[in-house]
């Protein structure tokens, strides 16, 4: 293979490349010159201390904040050089799940589903009704959880809810912000293996934003840090670990992660 057809072919298993990412608000630098590539159809898990920009990297990349510098490439496309239908396009190709769901109180669970069929596709109400009920299912929620609201739902279920409205265009890729923040250890881990099976049987890329070691450790294939305003490190679990970062080797190698690698 020649070296252009390998860059060629490096650079196509990219699903998302951020170059020369900044971010500041009032004068405060949350990102510097920040680069990170994803690879299609991997987990990703994005860690970092408070105030790192974990979830500023998210929104940014999703179109919810504009950076003050830096290109945002996914599917191959400049984002910046997309007109606003070829934008529509792109983000139908990917679902986005908020911390406790961000469910709309007002709409049934089927009916937050309906929300992308409603905006982005013209069928008939039937077949949203099944199409909702499918996603629903999909995400372990039971048939009843349909006509439910989310103030009737627990914590768990509400996430689960609001993956389903994540899955509702059968998206490419999913973002994830703290998906298990809030749960239980059960109910943490049953997320978590729904996340990789979901993954497994879709061919998801999932990018997901989370501090919980657990998550880290049996879910993700790759990590990034996000420390002194940039990804600092990217890599498996047994790379994490035998970095000498002091944030890194704090945090991989501290009580919390103990207990972790133990329980697993």
């Known amino acids: 293979m020649s070296q252009t057809s390998r860059h060629t072919n490096e650079q196509d298993d990219f699903i998302i490349q951020v170059r020369g990412l900044d971010n500041s608000f009032d004068g405060h630098v949350v990102h510097q010159n920040l680069s990170l590539d994803v690879k299609r159809g991997e987990i990703l898990g994005i860690v970092g201390g408070s105030g790192t920009g974990k979830s500023v990297l998210l929104r940014s990349i999703v179109g919810l904040r504009e950076p003050q510098a830096g290109d945002l490439s996914v599917f191959g496309q400049r984002l910046k050089d997309l007109t606003e239908d070829e ?91 703290e998906p298990t923040a809030g749960l239980d250890p059960i109910g943490a881990h049953a997320f978590d293996m729904l996340i990789k099976d979901l993954q497994r049987a879709l061919g998801l890329t999932v990018f997901m934003v989370t501090h919980d070691l657990d998550t880290l450790s049996t879910v993700c294939d790759r990590i990034a840090v996000l420390a002194d305003k940039q990804v600092i490190l990217v890599g498996t679990m047994d790379d994490m670990l035998q970095s000498t970062h002091p944030w890194v080797r704090e945090y991989f190698h501290g009580p919390r992660a103990r207990a972790a690698r133990s329980s697993g």
Do not use: T
């Not at 049934?108 to 077949?127: D, G, I, T």
């Open 87 to 177: 934008r529509q396009a792109i983000e139908q190709r990917w679902g986005i799940l908020f911390q406790d769901g961000a469910l709309f109180s007002a709409l049934s669970v089927a009916e937050n589903v309906q929300v992308a069929f409603r905006e982005h596709l013209s069928m008939k109400p039937s077949l949203m009704d099944e199409l909702a009920g499918l996603k629903i299912r999909l995400v372990g929620l039971d048939e009843g959880a349909c006509s439910k609201y989310p103030s009737e739902l627990s914590g768990g279920m509400r996430k689960r809810a609001g993956l389903a409205r994540a899955l509702a265009l059968d998206p490419e890729i999913v973002f994830l912000d």
